[in-house]
Nanobody, 119 residues
Framework: QVQLVESGGGLVQAGGSLTLSCAAS????????VGWFRQAPGKGRDFVAG????????NYAEFVEGRFTISRDNVKNTVVLQMNSLKAEDTAVYYC????????????WGQGTQVTVSS
């Protein structure tokens, strides 16, 4: 299994930006989809954005379209989630996860990083 480590969370004012990173240790992301999810207090875990590490289209949840950008850094072996124009409702724990290409579900999760947006 790829061990996933998220970083970059914190406190930001509404309208601000944060950059989250998901680093893989132990092996690379080859043959995996990498996704970002979030879970707000008292709510379920929602898909935010994802991409296939080997290349291909990215996809986003409607509620972040145009504000968040997911990308990969091949040199650092990380997946980055750039979050702009943050809103109070973006407050959540953000998780990085992977699923093997051809698999139906994400089955490997990081520990999460807290993002808090003050209004």
């Amino acid at each position: 299994q790829v061990q996933l480590v998220e970083s970059g969370g914190g406190l930001v004012q509404a309208g601000g930006s944060l950059t989250l990173s998901c680093a893989a240790s132990g092996r690379t992301f080859n043959n995996y989809f990498v996704g970002w999810f979030r879970q707000a207090p008292g709510k379920g875990r929602d898909f935010v954005a994802g991409l296939p590490w080997s290349g291909g289209p990215t996809n986003y949840a409607e509620f972040v379209e145009g504000r968040f950008t997911i990308s990969r850094d091949n040199v650092k072996n990380t997946v980055v989630l750039q979050m702009n124009s943050l809103k109070a409702e973006d407050t959540a724990v953000y998780y990085c996860a992977t699923r093997r290409i051809g698999a139906g579900q994400y089955d490997n999760w990081g520990q999460g990083t807290q993002v808090t947006v003050s209004s």
